[in-house]
């Protein structure tokens, strides 16, 4: 995270309803508890089947009944492939429309998950609530702790939740993580039954202890804010921590508990540093894994004396990380370890800049982006508004390209910079999306150039502005219909502090250079970097002044 930013801009519960039947989970949301194949978990990343039809990249995604995490799955594709619901010629009717208003006590920051026919929505009040998705009703809610007072307008006016939690389907558990100031402030994993909202046996896990490449130097919850959304790959849960907007003295931490035993890991991105910053931020974005053991994660500033990031190969990591992709693998035991690394030369100037590269979360292409030579594809853009198309298996460590240049894929922009995630489109020959700060709604195109190489070059802006803290992209479509598809964004408002926040809607494919705004929706005053949920015809928006909105159609 970055050490400075811009200003920002009652009923009682009721009964919980009798579970809803079993359905398979994929194997993206399952505990795995027992061994999984790669090929079984890389089918529960939707959307990585390979081209079905000229022009079309990627599967469609299986209907489901669930969104279980920040932006849809563990890629962070930010697809909803399966929402025949959302047309656009349904959006577009008269009977499309806020549907509910749910008031909640505190802040929405985290995005809300769809588990079966339940909405999970967590506060930064330390809330969490179980809402009926049909009509908005309060099945059930819990408080976690007293939060803790945020010392910044960043994430006023509490610190308590403000990652978005991750939800497993095949054992009905939502995990969040919370920070809470009984005894001091700390940190803890809850591990909530979706139905009922009750504590599972054995929960929850303070977070506590020393990485494990960083001895001597203990993870401090005094210095740290957990934002980046988390991760259920495995068995465990993984989570980043960053500062509470770059204030005091941080080091960017990831950790993961294992489900079954409980065991916490940790990891830093500055080994035997407590000062040097490079945090896990992402602007709420979620850590992305492609399969078994793989997890991505993007960090900001904290290369300014020159140690970090070393130049060299991605291949041969060394112990610091800032202005970095970084690729970790889960060792046998658990623990985490760097195997792959990509920052930009310049990294030292967008350190002493403040234009740090994890103010974005990365985001893994779908399959059908590749090419034989390039067949698994990530994007990283940050606050310098370059966007860097990347190699998952080959990041391109730093200065490794022609001359000393960035071994990357390829390079578009710059453009304005982006505080937030991609959402990708597979149909329509391909595109990713990205709201920029205090910029436009931008449509990249996926094509493959006359070399052979893949690239994005930007299609397409929107006509209208997006101030600073709007949400990032998600887009829902019918499979991979060509015209079916929507990218939807949440419009962070006229006032310093998240006012008149809208709910955009756009149609995916550009026309004539533009991306057409088809609906919009008043949703008050919103949160900073706030994405939407869908599920089943539905989009569901967690709100700053405290509610739980969902828009659909009125049948």
């Excluded at 399952?30 to 390979?50: M, V």
């Excluded at 970095?324 to 002493?352: C, I, K, Q, W, Y």
Aim: hydrophobic share 35%; charged share 15%; with cysteine.
């Amino acid at each position: 995270m970055s050490r400075s930013h811009p200003p920002a801009r009652p009923t009682g519960p009721a009964p919980a309803p009798a579970p809803p039947p079993p359905t398979p989970a994929p194997p993206s949301a399952r505990r795995a508890r027992t061994p999984r194949s790669a090929a079984a978990l890389l089918s529960g990343f939707a959307l990585l089947a390979p081209a079905v039809a000229a022009g079309t990249l990627g599967g469609a995604a299986p209907a489901r009944a669930d969104n279980p995490t920040v932006s849809v799955n563990g890629m962070r594709t930010a697809w909803d492939a399966a929402e025949p619901g959302l047309a656009p010629a349904t959006v577009s009717s008269a009977g499309f429309g806020r549907r509910w208003s749910t008031a909640v006590d505190g802040a929405v920051y985290a995005q809300p998950l769809v588990a079966g026919s339940t909405v999970v929505v967590a506060t930064a009040t330390n809330h969490v609530y179980g809402v009926d998705a049909a009509d908005g009703r309060i099945l059930w809610q819990r408080a976690l702790g007293s939060p803790v007072t945020s010392s910044t307008a960043c994430l006023s006016p509490g610190a308590g939740i403000v990652s978005t939690p991750v939800y497993d389907r095949a054992s009905r558990t939502v995990y969040l993580v919370a920070k809470s100031s009984e005894g001091g402030a700390h940190f803890s994993v809850h591990a909530l039954d979706a139905v009922s909202g009750a504590e599972r046996s054995g929960w929850p896990v303070t977070v506590q202890g020393v990485p494990v490449n960083s001895p001597g130097v203990p993870f401090d919850p005094n210095t740290s804010a957990q934002r980046a959304g988390l991760l259920l790959l495995d068995g465990a849960v993984y989570f980043g921590f960053a500062s509470d907007c770059g204030v005091g003295t941080y080091v960017g931490t990831v950790a993961g508990v294992n489900t079954s035993t409980r065991k916490l890991t940790l990891w830093s991105t500055e080994s035997g540093s407590a000062s040097q910053n490079a945090g896990v931020w992402m602007s709420g974005g979620g850590l992305v894994s492609d399969g078994p053991g793989r997890i991505f994660i993007a960090t900001g500033n904290g290369a300014g004396d020159g140690s970090s990031p070393l130049k060299g190969p991605g291949d041969r990591p060394g112990g610091h990380f800032a202005e970095s992709v970084v690729r970790l693998g889960v060792n046998s035991d658990g623990s985490l370890a760097p195997r792959d690394f990509f920052s930009p030369t310049d990294n030292r100037e967008m350190d002493h800049g403040d234009v740090d590269l994890g103010s974005g979360g990365p985001a893994a292409l779908p399959s059908g982006f590749g090419t034989a030579a390039h067949p698994r594809l990530m994007v990283q853009v940050g606050k310098d508004g370059r966007i860097f198309l990347l190699d998952r298996d080959r990041l391109g460590g730093m200065g490794q390209g022609p001359d000393g240049t960035d071994g990357v894929v390829g390079t578009t922009g710059p453009f304005k910079g982006v505080w937030g995630h991609p959402g990708v489109w597979g149909g329509d020959g391909g595109y990713v999306y990205l709201v920029e700060n205090y910029g436009a709604l931008r449509a990249l195109k996926y094509s493959v150039n006359g070399a052979g190489n893949p690239q994005l070059t930007s299609a397409a802006t929107s006509s209208e502005g997006f101030g600073y803290a709007s949400g990032s992209p998600v887009v829902t479509s019918d499979g991979t219909a060509s015209g079916s598809a929507l990218v939807w964004t949440i419009y962070s408002g006229t006032g310093p502090g998240g006012q008149n926040g809208e709910l955009r809607v756009y149609d995916a494919v550009p026309v004539n250079g533009t991306l057409k705004l088809r609906r919009s929706f008043p949703l008050g005053t919103v949160t900073r970097f706030s994405v939407p949920a869908t599920d089943g015809g539905r989009v569901f928006v967690g709100t700053k002044d405290g509610r739980l909105l969902a828009f659909g159609r009125s049948a």
